[in-house]
């Protein structure tokens, strides 16, 4: 199974990067973790996205399009990275999750989304 895991924006990572030791010695934590999801052949793709501010939304309605620059609010219901894996199911999707260093200076949230499969369309 397919799962896109979302780590959730905070106001820190909406300030952009911060070249600190301490976040220097999360980003190799996280480098290390990344490391163990593709040497067990979980790991399909991932990255983190910049903050909100460098980003643009569409909006669509009927043929209209509306462009809006950011940054967006509220930071918690934004998207910092992602990662997209392939699993043998939800449990397992979660125990990697919970081995995962925390992605952010201070608590931070991390969804787990199972993707369409064609199967489900049959």
Excluded: H, Q
């Excluded at 952009?16 to 999801?37: I, T």
């Excluded at 219901?77 to 995962?100: P, Q």
């Excluded at 952010?104 to 369409?116: F, H, K, T």
């Amino acid at each position: 199974m397919r799962v896109m895991v979302l780590v959730k924006a905070t106001e820190d990572s909406e300030r952009g990067f911060d070249p600190s030791p301490s976040s220097r010695e999360m980003m190799a934590a996280m480098g290390r973790f990344n490391a163990e999801l593709s040497a067990a052949g979980v790991l399909i793709a991932g990255d983190g996205l910049k903050p909100s501010s460098e980003g643009r939304r569409v909006a669509f309605d009927g043929p209209d399009r509306t462009v809006t620059e950011g940054p967006f609010a509220p930071a918690g219901e934004l998207v910092a990275g992602f990662w997209l894996w392939n699993v043998a199911d939800m449990e397992e999707a979660v125990a990697w999750v919970k081995r995962c260093p925390n992605p952010m200076p201070g608590p931070s949230v991390i969804e787990i989304r199972p993707l369409y499969e064609m199967a489900d369309f049959a």
